[in-house]
């Protein structure tokens, strides 16, 4: 993957609650 790719879900994430379902499914995309 791209790292700007990858650094845009990892703010995005950070950006989301912890408990947030779009959190967990952008953890998975990544690292899948």
Do not use: C, E, P
Not at 1 to 28: I, K
């Amino acid at each position: 993957y791209d790292l700007t790719f990858l650094a845009r879900y990892a703010r995005l994430d950070g950006d989301v609650a912890s408990g947030d379902v779009s959190s967990t499914l952008t953890l998975t995309v990544v690292t899948d």
